[in-house]
T-cell receptor
Framework: AQKVTQAQTEISVVEKEDVTLDCVYE???????LFWYKQPPSGELVFLIRRNSFDEQNEISGRYSWNFQKSTSSFNFTITASQVVDSAVYFC???????????FGKGTRLSVIA | DVKVTQSSRYLVKRTGEKVFLECVQDMDHENMFWYRQDPGLGLRLIYF???????EKGDIPEGYSVSREKKERFSLILESASTNQTSMYLC??????????FGSGTQLSVL
């Protein structure tokens, strides 16, 4: 069975602070895909990143970076110099091999205070 | 850009009513999904479909059914709405193993 755990329910930071959102996953498959989505107050989930299980390179996109570690089954997301516009609910998700549906974590609500 | 359109942003229904939630995507995606989102529970999969007239149960299909008569349209049906079906409903579509594109959601209140 696939499972995604986001232990942090809510996080509050002051603008310009760095913040890391944790994601731990469980799967028995050797081929799988990990995702992060952002849900701003408007409600529509927005895709941020997809990573496959064979690519452990960390990725950076502007102020966003992702740390994938198979040894600890984690796929953590860091926002550097956070801004108010980063306030949202962030979801980590897992898809095992084959055309199977995404399994989502319960989400982390991030509030960035000016 | 892919567009996934959900017919209503807010919907209020009475207990026992039959409710239809409509979802249309414009990018010829094979896969379509219905999730519900509740505080503290995240997104839970209700039903999904890999092709026209195909449907698969997700994690919480009880009390729901779906219809996919055309590739671009995936409808979620509440045969007899109950108060515990008050929730945010999210439709999504994707190509095979690619990322999901989501609609804006329908906030359903069952009174």
């Amino acid at each position: 069975a696939q499972k995604v755990t986001q232990a942090q329910t809510e996080i509050s930071v002051v603008e310009k602070e760095d913040v890391t959102l944790d994601c731990v996953y469980e799967t028995r498959d050797t081929t799988y895909y990990l995702f992060w989505y952002k849900q701003p107050p408007s409600g529509e989930l927005v895709f941020l990143i997809r990573r496959n299980s064979f690519d452990e390179q960390n990725e950076i996109s502007g102020r966003y970076s992702w740390n994938f570690q198979k040894s600890t089954s984690s796929f953590n997301f860091t926002i550097t110099a956070s801004q108010v516009v980063d306030s949202a609910v962030y979801f980590c998700a897992l898809r095992a091999r084959g055309n199977t549906p995404l399994v989502f974590g319960k989400g982390t609500r991030l509030s960035v205070i000016a | 850009d892919v567009k996934v359109t959900q017919s209503s942003r807010y919907l209020v229904k009475r207990t026992g009513e039959k409710v239809f939630l409509e979802c249309v995507q414009d990018m010829d995606h094979e896969n379509m999904f219905w999730y519900r989102q509740d505080p503290g529970l995240g997104l839970r999969l209700i039903y999904f479909s890999y092709d026209v007239k195909m449907k698969e149960k997700g994690d919480i299909p009880e009390g729901y059914s779906v219809s996919r008569e055309k590739k671009e349209r995936f409808s979620l049906i509440l045969e007899s709405a109950s108060t515990n079906q008050t929730s945010m409903y999210l439709c999504a579509s994707s190509l095979l193993l690619e990322k999901l594109f989501f609609g804006s959601g329908t906030q359903l209140s069952v009174l």
